[in-house]
Each structure stands twice: as structure tokens, then as C-alpha cells.
């Protein structure tokens, strides 16, 4: 028995240590709101896709959270703005990335140990009741925050008709996805119900 027990405390002990260590789906949910005056927006003119102030217009993340933008807005029935004449709309973007911690993958290799004993030689051994499963591998990685904020505006007064946020957990660097996720989550329903919160999954 003396190689029985040390084996075994070291499954158990290694099995608590890999069920501390918490996994996190690859995409979150997200959290969309919106605020408007209330009224119909009915009418689709062209529109010119803007950064918001600050933010960087020549950075790939900005161009992808800005395709992301124009897609919707063109499928929502917006002509995107190609000539120097004025647009009609302005659609300011903006986006934050931060970080939201780290998260454990699912491991590779799971073993599992049933309800039967490991023996100790003729005498006996020591039992494992009721059985345990606990994986071996997975890696650790960063869990991203991210946000895209956009803001309608009418050219002719520069009043806001429509803003809107929606926020998402994500893990690694995949800015094209997360930015169309956002933007289609952003916009479903448009213009959806002014000052609500709702989770789109």
C-alpha cells in the first residue's frame, strides 16, 4: 500500500486543482441598449460611416467594427454615401476592448476513474466510492470586454436620432467576428425599445 495511496491522493489532488480553474464559452452572449425619442425613424437616405471622437480611423479594428456597421445599416435599407455630396446620416462608431480576465479551455483528455478500489497487494487496497472524472490539458487564455457604441445623427442639424451600445465577452483576438456579432445583435429590431437592456444570444 505504500504506492496505492500516494497515487491516489495525487488524482485527487489533481483533480480539485483542475476544477478550481474555471472554463469560459468562446462568445458570451450580448447586451444591447438603445435609446431613441420614441418616434418612427422611417426614413433611409444615405449615410456616411464616421469614427466617433478618438477613435482611430485608419486601424484594422476600427475598419472591421465599421464594415460590420455598414452592413447592417445597408440591410436595413441605407445607401452608403460613395460621391463627395453630402450625406443625409451620419453613423459615428466607436468601439472599447478590454480585458475580462483569463479562462481556462476545455482539456483534450479527460480520465475517468469509476467506484471500484485500487488494490494494495493481498491485503486489501484503498477504495474510490461513488467514481471521478477530471481533465488532463486545456489551456489558459485572455478573455477580451468588448463594446460598440454607435450614434445616428442627421447631417442638416447634427441632431442625434438613435445611439446605441452592445457588449459582449469574448476570448482571443477575433475582431472581425466579435464585430459583426456586435452589430448584428446591435441592430436586430431596429430601432428596438428606447432605454432596455436586452441579452441577445
Known amino acids: 500500500m505504500p504506492v496505492t495511496k500516494p497515487l491516489t491522493f495525487a ?22 441598449t438603445r435609446f431613441h425619442l420614441g418616434q418612427p425613424i422611417t426614413e433611409r437616405t444615405t449615410i456616411q460611416i464616421e469614427p466617433s471622437t478618438g477613435v482611430d480611423q485608419v486601424s484594422l479594428e476600427y475598419q472591421s467594427f465599421a464594415d460590420a456597421v455598414r452592413g447592417e445599416l445597408e440591410q436595413l435599407g441605407y445607401v452608403s454615401s460613395t460621391s463627395e455630396m453630402p450625406s ?19 482539456p483534450p483528455v479527460s480520465i475517468g476513474l469509476g467506484g ?10 484503498v477504495g474510490l466510492g461513488g467514481g471521478l472524472s477530471f481533465g488532463i490539458g486545456g489551456k489558459t487564455r485572455e478573455a477580451y470586454v468588448v ?14 436620432i438613435w445611439e446605441g451600445k452592445a457588449v459582449t465577452q469574448t476570448a482571443g483576438d477575433q475582431t ?15 430601432p428596438g425599445e428606447s432605454g432596455v437592456t436586452i441579452t441577445v444570444k
Do not use: H, W
Not at 116 to 125: L, Q, V
Open 176 to 190: 472581425p467576428e466579435t464585430a459583426a456579432r456586435l452589430a448584428r445583435a446591435l441592430f436586430k429590431g431596429f
Open 88 to 106: 443625409g446620416y451620419i453613423a459615428a462608431v466607436g468601439f472599447k476592448r478590454m480585458s475580462g480576465g483569463a479562462y481556462r479551455e476545455a
Open 11 to 32: 488524482l485527487l489532488a489533481s483533480a480539485a486543482l483542475i476544477g478550481g480553474c474555471a472554463t469560459t464559452p468562446r462568445n458570451g452572449p450580448v447586451d444591447v
Open 116 to 125: 471500484g478500489s485500487y488494490g494494495g497487494g493481498r491485503r486489501g487496497g
Open 147 to 160: 463594446e460598440l457604441a454607435v450614434q445616428l445623427r442627421r447631417r442638416s442639424d447634427n441632431s442625434t
